[in-house]
């Protein structure tokens, strides 16, 4: 890994340990996966520092990939946690679902968040993913609003 990246490739699930990986080999993989334009997206979070990528390997090709980010909290007078953790992108090709490829991505990226001390984990689920993040102790929660703030605006 070159650049300081805080990119991290894994082969997951069974059989294989963290491999390294240039920004290169990930970025054009992953425009592979999502048909080009995420590669350059993908170039720019990683380059940042902000963002991890985790991608997980099936059949000699990345099949599937989950983004991290972590996020830092304002220091208050309660002894807690420094920081939360935000997961966004989850997703693995159709031809490789139902393997476990998306539950060893998101237990990947949780315990990494553990070893960072971690206080939460947030995500935006789609109904069809709401099972695999119930199956790794996401719940709904009920101290949490939000604004959706683009609904209404056209991109662009």
């Known amino acids: 890994m070159g650049s300081g990246l805080q990119c991290s490739q894994e082969r997951v699930p069974r059989g294989g340990g963290a491999r390294g990986g240039s920004e290169g ?4 993989a992953l425009r592979r996966l999502d048909g080009g334009a995420p590669g350059r997206c993908a ?3 990683l380059a940042t520092g902000r963002w991890q990528c985790r991608v997980a390997e099936a059949g000699g090709g990345i099949a599937g990939h989950l983004w991290l ?3 830092e909290k304002v220091p208050n007078p309660v ?3 420094a920081h939360h953790a935000y997961a966004t992108n ?3 090709r159709p031809s490789a679902r139902s393997r476990g490829l998306g539950s060893a991505l998101l237990a990947e990226a949780l315990a990494w968040c553990e ?3 971690v206080d939460a984990a947030i995500l935006w689920p789609t109904a069809r ?4 993040y119930a199956r790794h102790g996401f719940a709904d929660a009920k101290d949490v609003m939000a604004a959706n703030l683009g609904a209404s605006r056209p991109i662009g």
Do not use: H, N
Request: net charge positive; proline share 4%; with cysteine.
């Open 25 to 28: 080999r990930l970025c054009g």
């Open 69 to 71: 980010s972590l996020i």
């Open 115 to 117: 070893a960072r001390d």
């Open 90 to 92: 989850v997703y693995v």
């Open 43 to 45: 170039a720019r979070c």
């Open 129 to 132: 993913s709401r099972p695999l």
């Open 79 to 81: 002894a807690e946690r």
